[in-house]
């Protein structure tokens, strides 16, 4: 079965440098979430888009920006890198049916960024 | 305010043993869901189960089974004879569907099954 890719799976920025982080749901998953996990922490729900918008907003710094295009893959985009960004980021993918349901999200490989 | 709680850091038993993963949570909503997701040293997140609040009845799935009380706002993991492969960090989520589907997250309790 298809599942959620991401790319690039490793990434390697100095900083104040600019990163694009890209995920590519399971298809027919219209909605799709970015978390971020820091050495030996929980992942943290980051940004959330469903059928192209923004759903929610989490703890995302105002250096990140993230969007989802027309053919439901999603960027991350992040600016003015700094050592703390040094963290795995994971895309999540779900189907929302409009019916008050909520579905479990699939997650990534994630892609593991690296700011030295 | 939502949050979820894994008391056990980490878990260390010899394969073949049983272990009960805890898991406690809060939350406003008379509706939401809880979930477990295993994380192996490779890195990726594994969904393992998901539950609604309508829904205590309790589930088996080979070795895993999961107990959901909420009269103890818990959801409690268990691994009958557990193996090497088992080893992971175990994360329990939440996840209220009033506002938002994000998952709130545990702080992940790390199985180590020895051989």
């Known amino acids: 079965a298809a599942g959620v890719i991401q790319s690039p799976r490793h990434l390697i920025k100095e900083k104040r440098e600019t990163a694009t982080l890209k995920c590519y749901p399971i298809?027919?998953?219209?909605?799709v979430y970015w978390y971020q996990q820091g050495p030996g922490q929980d992942p943290q729900f980051l940004i959330s888009f469903y059928e192209k918008m923004q759903s929610d907003k989490g703890s995302i710094p105002d250096r990140f920006s993230a969007q989802q295009f027309s053919d439901y893959h999603s960027e991350l985009n992040m600016s003015s890198l700094e050592l703390g960004d040094s963290a795995l980021y994971f895309c999540?993918?779900?189907?929302?049916?409009?019916?008050?349901?909520?579905?479990?999200?699939?997650f990534g490989p994630g892609t593991r960024l690296t700011v030295t | 305010a939502q949050k979820v709680t894994q008391a056990q850091t980490e878990i260390s038993v010899v394969e073949k043993e049983d272990v009960t993963l805890d898991c406690v949570y809060e939350?406003?909503?008379?509706?939401?869901?809880l979930f477990w997701y295993k994380q192996p040293p490779s890195g990726e997140l594994v969904f393992l189960i998901r539950r609604n609040s309508f829904d205590e009845q309790n589930e088996i799935s080979g070795r895993y089974s999961w107990n959901f009380q909420k009269s103890t706002s818990s959801f409690n993991f268990t691994i009958t004879a557990s193996q090497v492969v088992d080893s992971a960090v175990y994360f329990c989520?939440?996840?209220?569907?009033?506002?938002?589907?994000?998952?709130?997250f545990g702080t992940g309790t790390r199985l180590q099954v020895f051989p």
């Open positions: 939350t406003r909503d008379t509706t939401y869901y």
């Open positions: 989520a939440l996840s209220e569907r009033y506002n938002t589907d994000k998952l709130i």
């Open positions: 298809p027919r998953h219209d909605t």
């Open positions: 999540a993918s779900s189907f929302d049916s409009g019916q008050g349901l909520s579905y479990e999200q699939y």
